[in-house]
């Protein structure tokens, strides 16, 4: 720490080179905690799966439906602990920008499975007895100044109603639920499935059931009676752990993991030239202080330690505030994705493996500059005085 104020000195030599480097690596991990945040968005789902929950679908496809006398059945199979089930609805509200997922379920059972989902009880008991009530996320209903009360009308694209009415459905909200943490999506529309039904003509489907099991080791097992059942008939099924489904349908788009990682690479190991550089004209142009500095008695591990702690202070400075900065950003950027990235937020994880890449930035950008302080002789450092 007594070095400090000499190490401060050597990096404010150059400030104009120096601020643009800060610059340069504050950039860099601004896009870094982007690109965590996007990649904590599609992977939302797969975090908070439950363990001991199944999703049944049409062995088909997803988009084919399944018939709601299942439910019962799946109820019987030893190991089912309990059953709900999900329709997407795909409607439009006032425009086709304003996209946000609707699911037609049934409240009570919907809501015992996903105990992520706070919904006060007051409300809760709303919903169950108005037969147009609807339920939203927080972050959907401030993302449209919704109150409990509002009528909200959603024109329908493929459930059309057969009892002689418009194709819009008339919601009452009656609730406005919360996650009991970040990465739970808030941005959904629930309402009654028998509602749908009704105005339907009770067609008597559903778009999948959720299953828990009353053993998450027997998640396999049960899967396969579940299948087993109804195998053979006119609607079979696919059963697999919500884990398993949620990373085949983040996979759809590819896989983000992958691709955002090796952004991140690319631009760290960009960064990382721009850095080394930096320390290398900095040392370059202090050869003769160098030489000054050993004949006073530095030894050669103090000048390391000297290079090495300028390149990491200017290093993790800059990553921190390039992090600090994106955190500060969030608010603001998360109205602009929330269309298509229901979950912005930046992870905590991101901001430790954030501080561990600046380190790490800072000792490969100074590593080879410190080695040849360290190693210049004192007579041909001299030589430059």
């Known amino acids: 720490m007594k070095h400090l104020y000499l190490v401060w000195r050597n990096l404010t030599r150059r400030k104009v080179r120096t601020a643009f480097t800060f610059l340069s690596i504050a950039v860099a991990f601004f896009l870094f905690g982007l690109l965590r945040t996007i990649d904590a968005g599609f992977s939302a789902g797969v975090e908070i799966a439950g363990a001991d929950r199944l999703v049944t679908l049409h062995k088909v496809s997803i988009i ?41 379920v049934e409240p009570g059972p919907f809501l015992d499975l996903y105990p992520e989902y706070v919904l006060p009880d007051a409300q809760r008991e709303a919903w169950e007895r108005t037969r147009t009530g609807a339920v939203a996320g927080r972050a959907l209903a401030e993302r449209f100044g919704w109150e ?30 919360d996650g009991t943490s970040p990465n739970v999506d808030e ?153 298509f990235l229901p979950v912005f937020f930046l992870p905590p994880s991101a901001l430790a493996s954030g501080l561990v890449w600046a380190v790490g930035l800072g000792v490969a950008a100074g590593a080879l500059p410190a080695l040849r302080a360290m190693r210049l002789p004192v007579a041909v450092a001299l030589r430059r005085v």
Request: a negative charge; charged letters at 20%; proline letters at 4%.
């Open 187 to 339: 941005t959904q529309f629930w309402f009654r499935h028998d509602y749908l039904m009704e105005r339907l003509g009770d067609l008597g489907l559903v778009g999948w059931y959720i299953v828990r099991v009353e053993d998450p080791e027997r998640s396999a097992e049960v899967a396969a009676a579940i299948d087993s059942r109804f195998a053979n008939s006119p609607y079979e099924t696919k059963t697999s752990t919500e884990k398993a489904f949620m990373q085949a349908f983040a996979k759809q788009v590819g896989d983000t993991t992958a691709i955002l990682s090796a952004i991140v690479l690319i631009v760290f190991f960009v960064i990382l030239l721009i850095a080394g550089n930096t320390m290398a004209q900095s040392v370059r142009e202090r050869v003769a202080e160098v030489g000054v500095l050993k004949t006073l008695g530095f030894t050669d591990g103090r000048i390391l330690g000297l290079v090495l702690a300028e390149s990491l202070l200017l290093a993790t400075g800059a990553g921190l505030t390039g992090l600090a900065l994106f955190s500060v950003a969030v608010p603001g950027l998360r109205p602009l994705v929330e269309q």
């Open 148 to 177: 409990i009360g509002d009528r909200i009308p959603i024109q329908a694209t493929i459930w059309r109603p057969t009892d002689g009415g418009s194709d819009t459905y008339e919601f009452e909200l009656v609730g406005i639920y």
């Open 64 to 104: 084919q439906p399944l018939p709601i006398r299942y439910l019962e059945q799946i109820r019987s199979v030893d190991g089912v602990e309990r059953v709900a089930h999900g329709t997407w609805f795909g409607g439009i509200y006032v425009d086709t920008k304003n996209f946000f997922a609707q699911f037609a």
